[in-house]
């Protein structure tokens, strides 16, 4: 068990055979002890997923252990030039095609859990092409002030059925993920946690708006949607994905 603040890499014991699994329990809270008592003992199926990638070793991280400049007259630290991009944490180690120990979005439980019957379809109307698009949508969505009120009208649907396989009820995270046209390959649009016990199935939804499933343009300065096909994969992490579907603009 390791309470730790954010990435740690387990290099060194993760091999010893008498380790049989790691509870990353972060920062502890006045219930830790009683929480992960539970976990041991079988009270309680863990369902927490990993927010990173742990790699298998630091140097795995390229680039983005030092990503900053450190300046030669202070020795501090005060300059990113941010040249990675978007290629962060699991974009990057897919992008570099680097196996990680655990993925991001990776979490066992006491349970199995099968996915089935994907289904995506778009709720916005495309009229104009490419970058240009124009969109309708009829779902109702939380607008935060300010921007462009057009990027939380509703731009598609996801939709998976999850079924809890095992003998313990448990919790599973079902992760939806995309690949947007010139983006990378996979970048996480939605998540939801069920409740599941044993033989138990439900339906997931995932509602996503015209933001979720666009880029940012550095020459129009706005948010803009590609043409083309976009992945749809759901998961139980960014590299245990599921079922998979695809939907066009």
Sequence with gaps: MIHN?????VDRFINNPNITAVIFAHLPGQETGQAIVDILYGAQSPSGRLPYTVA?????????????HQDSTTGFFLQDPFTEGVYIDYKDFIARNVTPEYAFGYGLTYSEFSYSALSASLELNTTAGSHGATYTGNG??????GGDPALWQAAAK???TIKNTGSMAAAEVAQLYLHIPSGPARVLRGFEKKY????????????????DMSTWDVVKQAWV????EYGVMVGKSVLDIQVESSLTI
Excluded: M, W
Excluded at 56 to 68: E, Q
């Design 140 to 145: 109702t969505h939380v607008q935060p002030e």
């Design 225 to 228: 949607l590609q043409s083309g």
């Design 5 to 9: 603040a954010g990435i740690r890499v």
């Design 56 to 68: 298998k070793k630091a140097s795995d991280y390229g680039a983005l252990l030092n990503p900053t």
């Design 158 to 160: 996801v939709c998976v």
């Design 196 to 211: 599941l016990q044993p033989g138990e199935e439900a339906e997931v939804v995932f509602e996503l708006n015209r933001r």
